[in-house]
């Protein structure tokens, strides 16, 4: 490459290196630089474009995010309807589709298929006009759906510029990697938000927030399965796949080409078997006709194209009996459905309780207790009761009313018009209080091992504690005096109340929890401050001039905190904090002393699902400490794709732990057991 010699050559050079390099992130998940090298260029191209403004073009990846919100979403017609899919769930209605396939092409044609797994996301229909990414929209009801394209050029892994000139319209799903989904599930829990109940929601979720911005800090990814005029720029759909690849488009590369139907069933039976390790959640698999001539003459119904089927893979599900319905309040005030159930064997653990969400999700679903329900992990992780078996009920279910008062305190209870969650306003529910001091208590926060459920309710109930701050006046005469709590326990108690204010400040920032704030952005933010008592003593003015420079706050990140240290319950509640030295400054850069990863070394290594960087970030936010290299006394190797031999063999050589990068966002949310369980030294690695 010849050397730029004006700044419109570095411009144009830049754009195109930074654009080589997001599809070797995104789409071919094999990147050749590190994350540093992409910033520093990234830098480069802002620092240029500020000197030259007149060189910003629609395509350069500083302009993938747009910097005011919206005010709602503008309706858009399309030419060609977006059709849906009919449904199979077993082999027997897949051979009549088949069969059906067949019967319905002239005798002389031999169709071939292409099986394909079916993503779990949101479509979206994506028009490229002379190179530039020009429109993108929602599904809608197929004909009509909603304009979205801002939201869509925040997908990094999608090009805003290719090199097919015609007008090119695709369509794919909106997806979000589960790994990514359970890490941004521990951040809204930290920052005091409903965790997305799976991929989907998330992905369809975040394409309809207003404020673009907000969308840029979702980790969305689109797989690109389909051309929409196909016919002109390939004789068949796996042609029309590899096109999209050979575009430097991103699509799922995951397609089998079959001529049987015994090999269709394989075929779907393999991407089952496989689909535990996509990055991605997968429900089912597509069966396509694959020539676009056998397409043309077997045409669709009003809703199904015939050449095409889902065959649906069952979620693992069980039934139970729902013995009540609890309703609990959060440390925000929000009340939350609970079903208690009859015990049941579910995906390999045993489950007693599911979520039902929302008042919303209960009465759509209409649970009454008594009833017989079908639940289901969702993400694989939180149960949840998704229907109701209203043909065995015999009369003697009963409906759960929604309260018009808190379960805990009576405060009648307020609805905001439009929104699913019910709220108790009060400030002083003994409800709230007993969550705000569970959630001050839990890990990520300020981690007081023995102050466990049973505990707090007697001390919340016995007015021993009535913040959070009075936790560190309480003594031992007084928590030797609660039942069941022997002077060995109380002591232990009181150290670890004590040691918690040796906690730094993320971890306080993360024990009281600001709406929208979770563990990363807590660091951050206390690594601005650095202490309790210079977050206490900036103005309103001032917050909103500090934190705003802190990278990545978007405006509501950042109004959040400014509202949250004004409020003069909150303020007085840190004041009291301060007053008792809970707290430590800030390190900068360097490890946590405690946290889930504590006493652990970690060596990251593969391609992942996300920015290295963040990875060791996360880390070293939960005490762990990261090695660029395996040496002796590395704990865990974290494996992602594509791993080299050299690291594997020192893994075996130094007996460290390899896991993967699942794995680490499971101990991360504290589920380390289960690892050290699976795996002994050296085990792990394929
Ligand atoms: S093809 C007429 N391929 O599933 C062709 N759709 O239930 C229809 N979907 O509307 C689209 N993965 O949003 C196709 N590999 C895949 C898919 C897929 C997910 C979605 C798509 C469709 C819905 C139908």
Not at 319 to 341: I, M, N
Request: charged share 25%; with cysteine.
């Amino acid at each position: 490459m010849s050397e730029p010699t004006s700044p419109a050559e570095l411009h144009a050079l830049l754009v195109r290196e930074l654009q080589a390099h997001a599809y070797r992130y995104y789409v071919l998940d094999d990147p050749t630089v590190s994350d540093a090298a992409y910033d520093a260029l990234y830098r480069q191209l802002v620092e240029l474009e500020q000197q030259h403004p007149e060189l910003v073009t629609s395509d350069s990846p500083t302009r993938r995010v747009g910097d005011r919100p919206r005010e709602g979403f503008v309706k858009l017609t399309r030419p060609v309807k977006m059709l849906s899919l009919d449904n199979t769930y077993s082999t027997a209605e897949l051979s009549e589709f088949h069969k059906r396939v067949v019967g319905g092409l002239p005798a002389s044609e031999h169709p071939e298929f292409c099986v394909e797994p079916k993503l779990d996301g949101a479509s979206v229909e994506i028009v490229y006009e002379g190179g530039m990414l020009v429109q993108a929209s929602t599904r809608g009801d197929g004909q009509v759906g909603e304009e979205i394209t801002e939201n869509v050029r925040t997908i990094r892994g999608l090009p805003l510029r290719i090199a097919h000139k015609d007008r090119l319209t695709l369509r794919g799903e909106v997806v979000i990697y589960r790994a990514d989904l359970d890490r941004i599930n521990v951040q809204r829990e930290a920052a005091g938000e409903e965790p997305f109940a799976n991929p989907r929601n998330a992905a369809a979720g975040s394409l309809r927030l207003l404020d673009p911005r907000l969308v840029a800090a979702r980790p969305l990814r689109v797989l690109l399965y389909q051309i929409v005029q196909g016919p002109s720029l390939a004789s068949r759909h796996t042609e029309a796949l590899e096109l999209i690849a050979a575009l430097g488009l991103p699509t799922h590369r995951k397609h089998v080409l079959c001529s049987s139907i015994e090999e269709i069933v394989h075929a779907i039976g393999e991407i089952d078997l496989a689909r535990a390790r996509y990055p991605f959640e997968t429900d089912g698999a597509v069966i396509k006709v694959d020539r676009f001539s056998h397409q043309e003459i077997l045409g669709e119904t009003a809703k199904f194209p015939r050449w095409a089927v889902a065959f649906k893979f069952a979620a693992e599900q069980a039934e139970t009996r729902v013995q009540s319905v609890v309703v609990q309040v959060g440390r925000t005030g929000a009340l939350t459905p609970v079903a208690d159930l009859d015990p049941v064997q579910l995906a390999g653990t045993t489950v007693s309780r599911a979520s039902l969400h929302n008042f919303d999700i209960l009465s759509g679903l209409d649970v009454r207790i008594g009833d017989l329900v079908a639940i289901q992990k969702a993400g694989e992780i939180i149960p949840q009761v998704v229907a109701v078996r209203t043909e065995a009920r015999t009369g003697a279910e009963t409906p759960v009313p929604i309260p018009s008062a808190c379960p805990v305190c009576n405060t009648p209870v307020v609805r905001v018009e439009g929104q699913a969650v019910v709220r108790c306003p009060s400030r002083v529910c003994p409800g709230q209080l007993k969550a705000a001091i569970h959630h001050y208590a839990r890990r990520f926060a300020m981690d007081i091992d023995h102050l466990g459920p049973a505990v707090i309710e007697l001390l919340v109930d016995r007015k021993m504690v009535r913040d959070v701050a009075d936790l560190y006046d309480l003594t031992l005469l007084q928590l030797s005096s609660l039942p069941r709590l022997g002077a060995k326990s109380a002591d232990n108690l009181l150290r670890e109340i004590e040691a918690s204010r040796e906690r730094p400040l993320d971890r306080l920032i993360c024990g009281v929890g600001i709406p929208q704030i979770g563990q990363v952005a807590a660091r951050q933010l206390a690594e601005a401050a650095v202490t309790l008592e210079t977050l206490l003593g900036w103005t309103a003015a001032q917050a909103r001039e500090r934190v705003g420079q802190i990278h990545g706050f978007g405006p509501n990140m950042v109004e959040e905190v400014v509202r949250f240290l004004q409020d003069p319950d909150q303020r007085s509640l840190l004041q009291r904090l301060a007053a008792r030295s809970v707290s430590r400054p800030q390190p900068l850069e360097s490890s946590a002393a405690e946290g889930p990863l504590a006493g652990k070394s970690f060596c990251v290594t593969g391609v992942l699902t996300r920015k290295r960087e963040d990875v060791h970030g996360m880390i070293r936010g939960a005490g762990g400490l990261v090695h660029d290299k395996i040496k002796k006394g590395t704990t865990y190797l974290v494996a992602g794709d594509k791993v080299g031999k050299s690291k594997t063999d020192d893994a075996k050589k130094y007996g460290v732990q390899v896991i993967s990068e699942q794995q680490l966002y499971a101990m991360l949310a504290g589920h380390e057991q289960a690892v050290e369980e699976v795996l002994a030294p050296g085990e792990g690695l394929t």
